[in-house]
């Protein structure tokens, strides 16, 4: 049970803010979100990752709504280096459970 | 730090051989994760453990799979036999206490089942 829903694909003009959704409706009170990315072949990296207040890091900022049934990553000036498989993950305990993720394409 | 190891980074074999990959996590870290990557099924975890402890394999797929941590830095995941649907990629992860509790992902095995 992947816990999140994404859409599958998105593309972003390099330079402008990607802003890639997630919903994670049956998430309870005490579960984390998380987000890796995953470039081509390579092991999943880790983004960012929340509770309930929006969070940010030199890399991206997370929004998670206030009912927390869903959350934005936003990439604030994407590049081509951003192309990758972008996942929204819910931590339960000690285990991540990772969904299709969106493939995201930064275009010239 | 190297970061988390994996080894071999592609391996190629033949149906009913037996195969070892192998893992050496971040030094420090207190858990370790072994996960398979396919295209049908995307990441699934199949192990982790905790101070060299297997604390839940239920995704481990069936008996041919098994999976040991001897020690803080060494993990080992192996298929005996194997079958051409375990060709995947195999990846291991290591967490530590505190900061995040993020999971470092090592670069991975490519495994190819003939």
């Known amino acids: 049970d992947a816990k999140t829903t994404q859409p599958p694909s998105m593309d972003c003009a390099e330079g402008r803010a990607a802003n890639l959704p997630c919903n994670h409706s049956t998430i309870s009170g005490n579960e984390y979100v998380y987000w890796y990315r995953q470039i081509h072949s390579q092991g999943p990296q880790y983004i960012i990752h929340g509770l309930k207040n929006n969070e940010t890091n030199e890399m991206a900022s997370l929004i998670i709504t206030e009912d927390r049934k869903s959350s934005t990553l936003i990439l604030p000036h994407a590049t081509l280096r951003d192309t990758a498989v972008y996942y929204c993950i819910v931590r339960v305990g000690n285990q991540f459970y990772f969904g299709t993720g969106t493939s995201l394409t930064v275009i010239p | 730090d190297a970061g988390v190891i994996q080894s071999p980074r592609h391996e190629v074999t033949e149906m009913g051989q037996e195969v070892t990959l192998r893992c050496k996590p971040i030094?420090?870290?207190?858990?370790l994760f072994w996960y398979r990557q396919t295209m049908m099924r995307g990441l699934e975890l199949l192990i982790y453990f905790n101070n060299n402890v297997p604390i839940d394999d239920s995704g481990m797929p069936e008996d041919r799979f098994s999976a040991k941590m001897p020690n803080a830095s060494f993990s080992t995941l192996k298929i005996q036999p194997s079958e051409p649907r375990d060709s995947a990629v195999y990846f291991c992860?290591?967490?530590?206490?505190?900061?995040?509790?993020?999971?470092?992902f090592g670069p991975g095995t490519r495994l190819t089942v003939l």
């Open positions: 030094s420090g870290h207190d858990y």
């Open positions: 992860a290591s967490r530590g206490l505190g900061g995040a509790n993020e999971q470092f």
